[in-house]
């Protein structure tokens, strides 16, 4: 981690919390940070609600002023019209979403999202103002076949191809094998491979971008593990899956510079 980038620490909750518990979290966790002081220019969190919570976290957000930010975790490709189930950019922006994940590896799994779809993904967010957290990462296969930045390098190249080097975009690196799974990356291996990002974000589109682009670390997260990956210079924050649903532990994650030496 740099000091000019600021740390993102993000919550993935995946298909977990009802818009009633959704509020009852995210208070619960400003109540916490808040009264274990939490420095907010040491570490930004932002939780990634279902679609159907998001109405409710922004009235909560507004009301409270809570210094939380919030997203989807996942857009359409289009803007509007018969896309029956899909979600535009354009409604996400008007509920004040800051955030969209985007290509997480369960999309590509389960849904068949492929780099250029993922990739008209992060240009219809950023068409609304929305900031993409392109997430990319490879299996257990990939690893064994191509190494560990192969894959990754290429989501990255193909998924932001076309995008000005003045957008703002975070990636989440999360190798498959590593989600969920309870064994995380190393941390060698993880900065390892957020640095091969970093250069192929240089390469694109030039210093000032790869110096102020967030590159996450995401798989099997945890308060006992965040510090180790902190003090990495190459990673800048976390998304978290499984230990977001905690408000203890995700608290925990987020005050991450309590506990990095
Ligand atoms: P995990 O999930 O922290 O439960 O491994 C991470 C993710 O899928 O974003």
Redesign the pocket.
Same mark, same amino acid.
């Given at each position: 981690m740099v000091a000019a980038r600021v740390p993102l620490i993000a919550g993935?909750w995946?298909m977990n919390l009802d818009h009633l518990q959704a509020i009852a979290f995210v208070q619960k966790l400003a109540w916490t940070l808040d009264e274990a002081k939490h420095d907010t220019a040491a570490s930004e969190v932002a939780v990634f609600p279902p679609f159907t919570d998001l109405r409710s976290v922004q009235t909560l957000v507004e009301a409270e002023k809570f210094s939380i930010a919030y997203g989807a975790q996942d857009v359409s490709t289009h803007e509007s019209g018969a896309f029956t189930g899909e979600i535009s950019g354009s409604f996400l922006a008007s509920l004040a979403c800051s955030y969209v994940?985007v290509g997480? #590896?369960?999309r590509r799994q389960f849904h068949g999202e492929t780099n250029d779809v993922v990739g008209a993904k992060v240009r219809a967010a950023l068409s609304f103002g929305l900031v993409p957290i392109l997430?990319v990462g490879e299996t257990a296969d990939d690893l064994e076949e191509f190494g560990a930045s192969a894959v990754p390098v290429a989501q990255v190249k193909a998924s932001l191809a076309g995008i000005s080097a003045d957008a703002e975009v975070v990636i989440?690196y999360?190798p498959v094998w590593?989600?969920? #799974?309870?064994k995380?990356a190393t941390e060698e291996q993880a900065e390892l491979v957020c640095g091969a990002l970093r250069e192929t974000l240089r390469e694109n589109f030039g210093s000032e971008f790869a110096d102020r682009t967030r590159i996450l670390y995401?798989? #099997?997260?945890?308060a006992s593990n965040i510090a180790a990956f902190m003090r990495q210079s190459n990673i800048d924050g976390a998304?978290?899956?499984?230990? #977001?649903l905690d408000v203890a532990e995700f608290a925990s994650i987020v005050r991450f510079y309590k506990h990095v030496i």
């Amino acid at each position: 981690m740099v000091a000019a980038r600021v740390p993102l620490i993000a919550g993935n909750w995946k298909m977990n919390l009802d818009h009633l518990q959704a509020i009852a979290f995210v208070q619960k966790l400003a109540w916490t940070l808040d009264e274990a002081k939490h420095d907010t220019a040491a570490s930004e969190v932002a939780v990634f609600p279902p679609f159907t919570d998001l109405r409710s976290v922004q009235t909560l957000v507004e009301a409270e002023k809570f210094s939380i930010a919030y997203g989807a975790q996942d857009v359409s490709t289009h803007e509007s019209g018969a896309f029956t189930g899909e979600i535009s950019g354009s409604f996400l922006a008007s509920l004040a979403c800051s955030y969209v994940l985007v290509g997480h #590896s369960e999309r590509r799994q389960f849904h068949g999202e492929t780099n250029d779809v993922v990739g008209a993904k992060v240009r219809a967010a950023l068409s609304f103002g929305l900031v993409p957290i392109l997430c990319v990462g490879e299996t257990a296969d990939d690893l064994e076949e191509f190494g560990a930045s192969a894959v990754p390098v290429a989501q990255v190249k193909a998924s932001l191809a076309g995008i000005s080097a003045d957008a703002e975009v975070v990636i989440a690196y999360e190798p498959v094998w590593a989600i969920g #799974s309870g064994k995380a990356a190393t941390e060698e291996q993880a900065e390892l491979v957020c640095g091969a990002l970093r250069e192929t974000l240089r390469e694109n589109f030039g210093s000032e971008f790869a110096d102020r682009t967030r590159i996450l670390y995401g798989g #099997s997260v945890k308060a006992s593990n965040i510090a180790a990956f902190m003090r990495q210079s190459n990673i800048d924050g976390a998304l978290v899956g499984g230990a #977001s649903l905690d408000v203890a532990e995700f608290a925990s994650i987020v005050r991450f510079y309590k506990h990095v030496i």
